[in-house]
């Protein structure tokens, strides 16, 4: 092909679309517009991240932070500490996220925290989940909380602590360090798949993990004894006894104890189910106020808790004690 018919070629290809583009634009009309009108539901939420609520300087440093969810709202609203869970051995405040939002977005001002982990013990991570009830209180305006109705909030280990932090209400043996004018009690409980006979964790399981469980290595024995290393003692839960029951929620049920809400699915098998079952029966057996649901087919912080069936029980457990 001769380099005059390759011109020949491109000029009429060129003519061609010229044409269609306009052709198109002669012939397009613009789409009518449409119109939607709808109530306002639900309130604007903004973050507020990586606040310091205590620091600690002894070995190793800690400055333990939350973020906050924060719902725009003319007048305080109630609030929700959540615990993240970790196994003890981790404490990442931004998991859990689609819940905490869904949680601002009914109305609650929702704070995430950080904890000491192990080597540290559960003396020092209740005493940080109380620290940072005690800051919400002291900052209630700054955050446009109403500090008469705060609730805890865990899943798991955070689970655990939370439970841990309502039957303690006012026990004033683990609020150590700022704002202690503060009170660190709260109004509700909200307990996923969490822990609380740490002797008995395996025990919905086979003979192997349950052995697993009492041995020294054993998260729960590390965060009950402590690390040999760091702590001069260690061993596994069931090597003091005395220890292992300071470390039980149900020790404390009291008539101080606020409302609980305890869920667990049935086939969870990182924490047996029976451990809020154990919790449920002795809060009732003292005639408190609780709560227990078994999620049919929910393993251990799968896709079922995040699910709206959840968080409709979450939200109007919280609203019945909080709001009416």
Not at 51 to 70: A, E, S
Request: with cysteine; proline share 5%; charged share 20%.
């Amino acid at each position: 092909m001769t380099l005059k018919n390759k011109l020949f070629i491109v000029a009429l290809l060129s003519v061609a679309i010229l044409s269609f583009c306009h052709i198109d634009k002669i012939s397009a009309a613009p789409a009518p517009s449409k119109h939607i009108k709808f109530n306002i539901t639900r309130p604007a939420v903004r973050e507020i991240a990586d606040i310091t609520y205590v620091q600690h300087f002894n070995w190793p440093v800690y400055r333990l932070k939350m973020d906050i969810l924060k719902p725009e709202s003319n007048e305080p609203l109630p609030a929700v500490l959540f615990i993240t869970g970790g196994g003890f051995v981790a404490a990442a405040k931004t998991t859990y996220i689609q819940q905490r939002v869904h949680l601002a977005e009914a109305g609650y001002v929702v704070a995430s925290v950080e904890y000491r982990i192990v080597p540290n013990t559960y003396k020092d991570a209740l005493q940080d989940i109380k620290a940072a009830i005690r800051y919400l209180r002291a900052h209630a305006k700054e955050f446009n909380i109403d500090p008469n109705r705060i609730a805890v909030m865990g899943e798991s280990a955070g689970g655990y602590l939370a439970a841990m932090v309502g039957v303690t209400n006012d026990i004033n043996e683990f609020d150590v360090g700022d704002n202690l004018n503060q009170s660190s009690a709260v109004q509700a409980v909200v307990d996923i798949y969490g822990l609380s006979d740490l002797t008995k964790v395996g025990a919905d399981y086979s003979a192997e993990v349950q052995e697993a469980h009492k041995s020294a290595g054993a998260t729960e024995a590390l965060f009950v004894n402590g690390v040999a290393l760091f702590s001069g003692t260690g061993g596994g839960i069931l090597s003091n006894p005395e220890s292992a029951k300071a470390a039980n929620p149900i020790t404390y049920i009291s008539a101080n104890t606020p409302p609980f809400l305890l869920m667990h699915g049935d086939k969870d098998s990182v924490v047996s189910p029976s451990q809020t079952e154990l919790l449920h029966t002795a809060l009732c057996n003292k005639g408190i106020d609780s709560t227990r649901y078994v999620v049919e087919s929910a393993n251990h912080a799968d896709h079922y808790w995040n699910q709206p069936e959840v968080e409709i029980i979450i939200i109007d457990f919280l609203n019945r004690v909080l709001k009416n």
